[in-house]
Antibody, heavy 119, light 110 residues
Framework: EVQLVESGGGLVQPGGSLRLSCEVS????????VSWVRQAPGKGLEWVSV???????YYAESVRGRFTISRDTFRNTVYLQLNSLRAEDTALYYC?????????????WGQGTLVTVSS | SYVLTQPPSVSVAPGKTATIACGGD??????VHWYQQRPGQAPVLVIH???DRPSGIPERFSGANSGNTATLTISRVEAGDEAVYYC?????????????FGGGTKLTVL
């Protein structure tokens, strides 16, 4: 059974940092793409970052240079390091699985971890 | 960047058919995916590759994509279908890929 479980969210001051984790089971992070998608309170979905099965990474323009995605293949876990946080980064952060192609859909999602940036 | 436009809301009576549109420039040339998000829950994939239903999704859900509009159709609407529905595509912008979501359509079952 495919599962993704996020953790690491919390309250952080503007300019602060946080590291989110996405522990996956039922598949290997080396065989599927894993993305982070966020949702600000009462708003829609926004793609944030992806790590390909081969390890290549990409970021949305809004977070490029501030966020870093990585993975631990032994722990089958994907991480999102959030630096220089801003109020507009406040959101529920989901990790989601794709197939092995960028054209594939996000077929499994975690339940999300909430990041609140406030002083 | 590529923009997907959805109506903010659609209302339908139980047992009727709901149609949710997703507009984008030449969207017919792209693969469109649809997600259902019930209140307080994570999104669930209901249609992928324009019109394919993932395992476990009722046949009442169908999709089409042509020209500048993709559509999600829900037949024989039930109270449990009340949710926000998002369309999504992938596009390549030079060296950078982008996964784009529409703004979402809230389906209200009257």
């Amino acid at each position: 059974e495919v599962q993704l479980v996020e953790s690491g969210g919390g309250l952080v001051q503007p300019g602060g940092s946080l590291r989110l984790s996405c522990e996956v089971s039922g598949f290997a992070v080396t065989t599927n793409y894993v993305s982070w998608v966020r949702q600000a309170p009462g708003k829609g979905l926004e793609w944030v970052s992806v790590i390909y099965s081969g390890g290549t990474t990409y970021y949305a323009e809004s977070v490029r240079g501030r966020f870093t995605i990585s993975r631990d293949t032994f722990r089958n876990t994907v991480y999102l390091q959030l630096n220089s946080l801003r109020a507009e980064d406040t959101a529920l952060y989901y990790c989601a699985r794709e197939g092995s192609s960028s054209y594939d859909a996000f077929d499994f999602w975690g339940q999300g971890t909430l990041v609140t940036v406030s002083s | 960047s590529y923009v997907l436009t959805q109506p903010p809301s659609v209302s339908v009576a139980p047992g009727k058919t709901a149609t949710i549109a997703c507009g984008g420039d030449n969207i017919g040339s792209k693969s469109v995916h649809w997600y259902q998000q019930r209140p307080g829950q994570a999104p669930v994939l209901v249609i992928h590759y324009d019109s394919d239903r993932p395992s476990g999704i009722p046949e009442r859900f169908s999709g089409a994509n042509s020209g500048n509009t993709a559509t999600l159709t829900i037949s024989r609407v039930e109270a449990g279908d009340e949710a926000v529905y998002y369309c999504q595509v992938w596009e390549s912008r030079g060296d950078y890929p982008d996964w784009v979501f529409g703004g979402g359509t809230k389906l209200t079952v009257l």
